[in-house]
């Protein structure tokens, strides 16, 4: 969450489509993110909240790294001696500098797999081109494979947390902060889009500060039902959908014909929500 002048915001533009190491991005991504997030608590918490926040996270950093006893003494005293209001804006801090991370991981995932798939290498197992990468090697005919395929249900099973504690407005945020991270990475992006996409994520990160991490009232069934069609929407529907686009040659590539195997079905679970009864 520490700021960085300008030179060091010009290596992190620049160093976005031009690093070998594999996980290189993923530092670049979550420094940047970190950066916006530290401008952003300074503009609308002032200079006393960032200063406080960026001691604890030094403090953190440096009795977790070195196992520092007179760093983890600090920390503690400084802890202690948060007030109610200081103590919140520490949490919300780090939880989104947490929650900025995780988006940037994710990401990373993306990212690697899209490499990894240009390189030619071989397919994870856990994936559908894995899958059917293992039964070419095992020689699996095309009629075991239909009558195994068309053996499988998907049942999506949304719990408690995404559709009882998590906004809709959050994950919009999250959403659209991965959407441009993703801008980024192109390799022909011009630096004046990089900007932009800067711009962008300096916006939805000010957003997502200003949002309420909670919701202020207490969710109902009707409340729960609407969240949980949304997830199923953009995850489920839509990304189904996607997978099932993507893959469709790789049964076709099994088989060495022109058609391809038909999807397995997914059904809703029968429970949404929180462990409440009727729901």
Same mark, same amino acid.
């Given at each position: 969450m520490?700021?960085?002048?300008?030179?060091?915001?010009?290596?992190?533009?620049?160093?976005?489509n031009?690093?070998?190491d594999?996980?290189?991005?993923?530092g670049?991504?979550?420094r940047?993110?970190?950066r916006?997030l530290?401008?952003?608590?300074?503009s609308?918490?002032?200079?006393?909240?960032?200063?406080?926040?960026?001691?604890?996270?030094?403090l953190?950093?440096s009795?977790?790294?070195?196992?520092d006893?007179a760093a983890?003494e =600090?920390l503690a *005293? @400084?802890?202690? %001696?948060l007030s109610?209001?200081?103590?919140? &804006?520490v949490? /919300?801090?780090?939880?989104y500098?947490?929650?900025?991370a995780?988006?940037a991981?994710d990401?990373?995932?993306?990212?690697r797999d899209?490499?990894?798939r =240009?390189?030619g *290498? @071989?397919?994870l %197992?856990?994936?559908?081109?894995?899958?059917? &990468?293992?039964? /070419?090697?095992?020689?699996?005919t095309r009629?075991?494979?239909?009558?195994s395929?068309?053996a499988?249900?998907v049942?999506p099973?949304?719990?408690?947390?995404p559709?009882e504690?998590q906004?809709k407005?959050?994950?919009?945020?999250?959403?659209?902060?991965?959407?441009?991270?993703?801008?980024?990475d192109s390799?022909?992006?011009?630096?004046?889009e990089?900007?932009v996409?800067?711009?962008?994520?300096?916006?939805?990160?000010?957003t997502?500060?200003?949002?309420?991490?909670?919701?202020?009232?207490k969710?109902?069934?009707?409340?729960?039902?609407?969240?949980a069609l949304?997830?199923?929407?953009l995850?489920?529907?839509?990304g189904g959908?996607?997978?099932?686009?993507?893959?469709?040659g790789f049964?076709r590539?099994a088989?060495?014909?022109?058609?391809?195997?038909a999807p397995a079905?997914a059904d809703?679970a029968?429970?949404?929500?929180?462990?409440?009864?009727?729901?």
């Amino acid at each position: 969450m520490h700021q960085a002048g300008a030179a060091g915001r010009q290596v992190s533009i620049c160093g976005v489509n031009g690093r070998h190491d594999k996980d290189a991005r993923l530092g670049e991504d979550i420094r940047l993110l970190g950066r916006l997030l530290g401008d952003t608590i300074r503009s609308y918490e002032g200079d006393a909240t960032f200063d406080l926040v960026e001691e604890i996270r030094q403090l953190a950093v440096s009795s977790r790294r070195g196992d520092d006893r007179a760093a983890q003494e =600090r920390l503690a *005293a @400084a802890l202690d %001696a948060l007030s109610a209001a200081e103590a919140v &804006a520490v949490v /919300r801090a780090f939880s989104y500098f947490s929650l900025l991370a995780n988006i940037a991981e994710d990401r990373h995932h993306i990212r690697r797999d899209r490499d990894n798939r =240009r390189e030619g *290498a @071989a397919p994870l %197992a856990s994936t559908v081109r894995g899958l059917f &990468a293992e039964a /070419r090697e095992r020689n699996v005919t095309r009629g075991e494979a239909a009558k195994s395929l068309g053996a499988i249900r998907v049942y999506p099973v949304l719990t408690a947390h995404p559709t009882e504690v998590q906004r809709k407005s959050t994950l919009d945020c999250q959403l659209a902060i991965a959407e441009w991270l993703g801008r980024m990475d192109s390799a022909d992006a011009l630096r004046e889009e990089v900007e932009v996409a800067t711009m962008e994520l300096r916006r939805l990160i000010a957003t997502l500060w200003q949002t309420r991490m909670l919701r202020a009232v207490k969710l109902g069934v009707r409340d729960e039902i609407e969240n949980a069609l949304a997830y199923f929407q953009l995850h489920v529907h839509r990304g189904g959908a996607e997978a099932c686009r993507r893959d469709r040659g790789f049964d076709r590539a099994a088989s060495g014909r022109g058609t391809a195997y038909a999807p397995a079905d997914a059904d809703p679970a029968g429970k949404l929500g929180g462990r409440r009864p009727g729901r």
